[in-house]
């Protein structure tokens, strides 16, 4: 699997746009891009994943650029709720393990 | 939220003796994992299963034993516990060959074990 790379840390206003980057400038032609985050002391929650085009489920927007060599996890109106620390894996959608590397801390403040 | 559950949430044991932790779901789901996460080091992966009685290593797996003789649970077994395996330990199921579905995983809550 492909590596990420993500800042260790980001802070957003509550009711404000929250926008996490993420570089996987090795990428595979078939690896997908997923994103995961942890809530201090709890196992870690899936938010979404996609290939190569935008994806939007009720929790987060996923923007991939066209050359699949980075991606943006949107939280569109983040609360305090969404501070944990968010994970951005690259898969091969092969049922096999996800690899987590450090995240970002994100912490939403008022 | 998936259906999983991990039994003991909590446990202190002492170094030489055996331990099972036991993952649950009800979500009729192929995959699950065991991870182990420290600070310092994220999550790793222990093993995982495909199927019943099939199962596989993961990256560290060294002291842990697995088992999976029927679909919704799978054990993670430390044979003699050393004050290393002191970590927390998430179970994870995967939607993984379900039509449609993706490798996403649903994790469970975590059982904290200690190990004097």
């Known amino acids: 699997d492909a590596k990420t790379t993500q800042p260790p840390s980001m802070d957003c206003a509550e009711g404000r746009a929250a926008n996490l980057p993420c570089n996987h400038s090795?990428?595979?032609?078939?690896?997908?891009v997923y994103w995961y985050r942890q809530i201090h002391s709890q196992g870690p929650q899936y938010i979404i994943h996609g290939l190569k085009n935008n994806e939007t489920n009720e929790m987060a927007s996923l923007i991939i650029t066209e050359d699949r060599k980075s991606s943006t996890l949107i939280l569109p109106h983040a609360t305090l709720r969404d501070t944990a620390v968010y994970y951005c894996?690259?898969?091969?959608?092969?049922?096999?393990?996800?690899?987590f590397g450090q995240g970002t801390e994100l912490s939403v403040k008022p | 939220d998936a259906g999983i559950t991990q039994s003991p949430r909590h446990k202190v044991t002492e170094t030489g003796t055996p331990v099972t932790l036991r993952c649950h779901q009800t979500e009729n789901h192929r995959y699950m994992y065991w991870y182990r996460q420290d600070p310092g080091h994220g999550l790793r992966l222990i093993h995982y299963s495909y199927g019943v009685k099939d199962t596989d290593k993961g990256e560290v797996s060294d002291g842990y034993s697995v088992s999976r003789s029927k679909t919704e649970d799978f054990l993670l077994t430390l044979e003699s516990a050393t004050s290393s395996q002191t970590s927390v330990y998430f179970c994870?199921?995967?939607?993984?060959?379900?039509?449609?579905?993706?490798?996403?995983?649903?994790f469970g809550p975590g059982t904290r074990l200690t190990v004097l």
């Open positions: 894996i690259v898969n091969d959608n092969q049922g096999g393990k996800l690899i």
């Open positions: 994870a199921i995967s939607s993984f060959g379900t039509r449609g579905r993706g490798n996403e995983q649903f």
């Open positions: 090795t990428i595979s032609g078939n690896e997908y």
